[in-house]
């Protein structure tokens, strides 16, 4: 079946653009999270959502970045006026459903570029 | 202080035979889960294996297991009889707290494992 699915799957844009970033869950799955990945660390949590509603966007690095699940499917993350130090990868997840092992199923990730 | 930490930034392993991936944590809650992802160079995250908090023995997937220390917080990865396919990054994560306060994973800086003809 379908994995998680993520586009564009590289962006480049010009410091102070505004970019968009989609993921497509595997369907049914409840859950669904986006993590940034800076080169050479581990990923970091930016934020949930269960359904359509955003639990816990505590790890969005500050108020440029924004997500939304208004469906409770698809997924769009979005940064605006981009900064150099938002190059990273960001990496959406989904599990399908919030208790037990949960575990998640991961997308190949946008790779986003600010020159 | 780092709650997942992973002290080895780089390792060798000779084709077939066994390595470990040491993987300490630290956390206050009883209950958590502790993850074991593999990230080859085309970046996908794959999941490996999974230990709860309260399982008594420790997880077994296939040549992956997890030597789980719950005294000493620490998680090590095993993988028996490399492969040259093995050759990866390799993130250890822990989920702690109850599931509805939701279920983001702290990852660890990740251990790159290569393995040698």
């Known amino acids: 079946g379908a994995g998680v699915s993520q586009s564009p799957r590289y962006k480049v844009a010009k410091r102070g653009q505004d970019v968009a970033l989609r993921c497509d869950p595997i369907?049914?799955?409840?859950?669904l999270f986006w993590y940034q990945q800076a080169l050479g660390q581990g990923p970091e949590f930016l934020t949930y959502?269960?359904?359509?509603?955003?639990?816990?966007k505590s790890g969005l690095p500050s108020d440029r970045f924004f997500a939304e699940r208004p469906e409770g499917s698809v997924s769009t993350l979005k940064i605006q006026r981009t900064q150099q130090e938002d190059s990273a990868v960001y990496l959406c997840?989904?599990?399908?459903?919030?208790?037990?092992?949960?575990?998640?199923?991961f997308g190949p990730g946008t790779r986003l570029t600010v020159t | 202080a780092q709650k997942i930490t992973q002290t080895q930034p780089g390792m060798f392993v000779q084709e077939k035979e066994a390595v470990t991936l040491d993987c300490t944590y630290d956390?206050?809650?009883?209950?958590?889960?502790l993850f074991w992802y593999k990230q080859p160079s085309s970046g996908e995250m794959i999941f490996l294996i999974y230990?709860?908090?309260?399982?008594?023995q420790n997880a077994t997937e296939g040549r992956y297991s997890l030597n789980f220390q719950k005294a000493r917080k620490s998680a090590n990865l095993v993988i028996s009889a490399s492969q040259l396919g093995d050759s990866a990054m390799y993130f250890c994560?822990?989920?702690?707290?109850?599931?509805?306060?939701?279920?983001?994973?702290?990852f660890g800086a990740g251990t790159i494992l290569r393995v040698k003809s």
């Open positions: 997840a989904s599990s399908p459903k919030s208790g037990g092992l949960n575990e998640q199923y």
């Open positions: 369907s049914g799955h409840v859950s």
């Open positions: 959502f269960q359904n359509e509603a955003q639990l816990d």
């Open positions: 956390t206050s809650d009883p209950s958590y889960g």
């Open positions: 230990q709860g908090s309260y399982d008594q």
């Open positions: 994560a822990m989920r702690e707290g109850r599931v509805e306060y939701g279920n983001k994973l702290v």
